[in-house]
């Protein structure tokens, strides 16, 4: 009998509600440090605690630097800037694309 890893796809499907977005915001992180970050508060109407940010999506790459996020509150997410270049960045104000993953919790 061979031993399955991880989640089938009807598992995982059945692991959450369903996708919440594509949903577009409009942020103007901070400056971050070299091989450092930054972090912005970003108001998203209709997300709640337990969602997952799956995607973020700007306007415009920047070769070595990744964004991600959590939600912080009903309504809010901590949108991060992670910098891995050997330079400061300063985006300007721009657009995201945030898609997120809603789970079943009970």
Same mark, same amino acid.
């Given at each position: ?16 509600? +369903? %996708?919440?977005?594509?949903?577009? !915001? =409009? &942020? ?8 450092? /970050?930054? $972090? ?23 070769? +070595? %630097?990744?964004?991600?996020?959590? !939600? =912080? &509150? ?8 992670? /910098?891995? $270049? ?21």
């Amino acid at each position: 009998m061979a031993l399955l890893r991880g989640f089938s796809y009807s598992q995982f499907r059945g692991a959450f509600l +369903g %996708v919440f977005g594509p949903v577009q !915001v =409009t &942020a103007d992180l901070p400056s971050a440090p070299a091989n450092g /970050n930054s $972090t912005v508060a970003v108001t998203v109407a209709g997300i709640q605690v337990n969602d997952i940010l799956i995607g973020v999506f700007p306007t415009t790459l920047v070769a +070595g %630097v990744s964004y991600s996020g959590t !939600v =912080t &509150a009903a309504n809010t997410l901590s949108l991060v800037m992670e /910098n891995g $270049t050997g330079g400061a960045v300063d985006p300007a104000s721009q657009v995201y694309t945030l898609l997120f993953l809603r789970p079943k919790m009970a």
